[in-house]
Nanobody, 132 residues
Framework: QLQLVESGGGLVEPGGSLRLSCTAS????????IGWFRQAPGKEREGISC???????HVEDAVKGRFTISRDKTKNTVFLQMNNLRPEDTAVYYCAASEIESLCSVYNTGQYYYTSEQYHHWGQGTQVTVSS
């Protein structure tokens, strides 16, 4: 069973930056499509970014230009670099792994959207709070 662990969350002032990490201790993440989701209080969980097994990336419009996803295979880690953070970015952030081949690529068509059912393995989440 693939177990994902997120880290890097915390409290940051508006305009600040954080880098979230998603790693797995017993299995390699290389062959998985990895997505980042977030859930703010009182709101539904939303997908915001993904990276495919072969490097395809997608970033939702809400965070485009501020968030960047990357993968370091030597560290078996996927990162979400978050810059220029806003109070509305406050949420619990989750990484998830999908076994659906090329899932991240289909988001770029604009016809498919992130859903929890597309992802088979989830981390416990890390809290990000943006406040002055």
């Amino acid at each position: 069973q693939l177990q994902l662990v997120e880290s890097g969350g915390g409290l940051v002032e508006p305009g600040g930056s954080l880098r979230l990490s998603c790693t797995a201790s017993r299995y390699t993440l290389h062959s998985y499509e990895i997505g980042w989701f977030r859930q703010a209080p009182g709101k539904e969980r939303e997908g915001i970014s993904c990276i495919g097994a072969f490097g395809t990336t997608h970033v939702e419009d809400a965070v485009k230009g501020r968030f960047t996803i990357s993968r370091d295979k030597t560290k078996n880690t996927v990162f979400l670099q978050m810059n220029n953070l806003r109070p509305e970015d406050t949420a619990v952030y989750y990484c998830a792994a999908s076994e659906i081949e090329s899932l991240c690529s289909v988001y770029n068509t604009g016809q498919y959207y992130y859903t929890s059912e597309q992802y088979h393995h989830w981390g416990q989440g890390t809290q990000v709070t943006v406040s002055s």
